[in-house]
């Protein structure tokens, strides 16, 4: 009952109008997105700060935003071919940590997705 009940209420509205603790989750987890972005590009041999990371996460998910393709696949991996050539490295390891980045998103998503509808004890089933 709880978690439905806070779910419920931060999508729609509800009572819980705390929205500190909404930013501060959403902080969270952008950091944590920064520092998957900032693994994925050590996976390939790529050396960057935190902070080129940090804002290369979140350039990446505002140009995935832009309503030219469906669900921001194509312009996020544009967008990080393009930095990662601004950057002085090759596009093509850009274009790669931005599709991985994606397939990352996507999997947690699709993991979230199944705990919500087959979790009985969220909907009280």
Request: with cysteine; net charge neutral; hydrophobic share 55%.
């Amino acid at each position: 009952q709880p978690i439905r009940s806070i779910l419920f209420e931060i999508a729609f509205g509800g009572r819980w109008r705390n929205y500190g603790v909404i930013i501060g989750i959403a902080t969270i987890v952008h950091l944590i997105s920064g520092l998957v972005v900032l693994t994925l590009c050590t996976n390939f041999n790529i050396q960057l700060a935190v902070s080129d990371a940090l804002l290369l996460t979140t350039l990446g998910l505002l140009s995935s935003l832009i309503p030219v393709s469906l669900g921001g696949w194509g312009a996020r991996e544009l967008f990080y071919y393009s930095y990662f050539v601004l950057l002085g490295f090759d596009g093509s390891i850009g274009f790669f940590v931005g599709l991985s980045f994606g397939l990352v998103v996507l999997t947690v998503a699709m993991m979230g997705m199944g705990f919500i509808f087959f979790n009985k004890h969220v909907f009280g089933e």
